[in-house]
């Protein structure tokens, strides 16, 4: 086997030899390491051997050489990084500044009419109907909505009726809304459920809707005691709905 170096060598030259003595007995078989580099001189397999050899040699040389001088210590693992979310002005955690934008408006409940618009009038007039005579509540000169007539087999005299339109009643004032909304058709004004103020609203033929309420009246039928003679209203006609037909 190889001799190391002594300690006085590695403080000089810092090399060593080594030599392989085989079953042969080879002393040519040599390899020589040092600061220089190494040199070898024999076999193939020698070689081979001798190469093992110089590696541990080598290693324990480097570890003798080592013996005086420390180690970095390992100590504590690497540091440990954290990101930091607080709010640092200009800091890339800095949280996002609350914005302030314009309050919505509330949205109008279900079935308020926000933006609807009043019904136009057509037509807003005083009206006197007269035993035998009609009016066009259209005024169009069209057909007659209601008629002042003397129903059949009548006992009680003339009577407010519709003719091409149709007369209704309804709880409350009669306004477009609810002369729209109308449904108890056929109402008759007579002697018997005529008085001031008594409204009515009409459905007229071109598909408007009226209301009329009664300013007074004369019952001075000569032939129906207590009959109506003539009726005096206030009208307001509507215009149709935009779409309407």
């Not at 078989?29 to 024999?42: A, E, P």
């Not at 009515?200 to 007074?216: I, S």
């Amino acid at each position: 086997m190889g001799k190391p170096s002594s300690q006085k060598d590695r403080g000089k030259g810092s090399s060593f030899s080594l030599s392989y003595e085989g079953a042969a007995r080879e002393p040519s078989n040599h390899i020589k390491v040092g600061s220089g580099g190494f040199s070898f001189k024999g076999s193939t397999m020698a070689l081979v051997a001798l190469a093992v050899l110089a590696l541990a040699g080598t290693g324990a040389y480097l570890a003798l050489s080592g013996q005086n001088q420390g180690s970095p210590s390992t100590g504590s693992g690497a540091p440990s990084t954290s990101t930091s979310t607080s709010a640092t002005s200009g800091g890339t955690g800095a949280a996002a500044p609350a914005r302030s934008g314009t309050p919505t408006s509330a949205t109008p409940e279900v079935g308020q009419a926000a933006d609807a618009q009043p019904a136009a009038v057509r037509e807003h007039r005083k009206v006197v109907l007269r035993s035998g005579s009609n009016v066009d509540l259209d005024f169009t000169n069209g057909q007659p909505d209601i008629i002042f007539s003397l129903p059949a087999n009548a006992d009680d005299g003339y009577t407010i009726v519709g003719e091409n339109g149709d007369l209704a009643t309804v709880d409350g004032p009669a306004t477009a809304e609810s002369c729209a909304a109308a449904t108890a058709f056929g109402f008759a004004i007579d002697q018997k459920n005529i008085r001031r103020g008594l409204t009515a609203c009409v459905l007229t033929d071109e598909n408007r809707v009226a209301a009329l309420t009664v300013l007074g009246w004369q019952a001075d039928d000569p032939n129906y005691a207590g009959g109506l003679s003539s009726v005096t209203m206030d009208v307001t006609t509507w215009e149709k709905p935009e779409g309407a037909a």
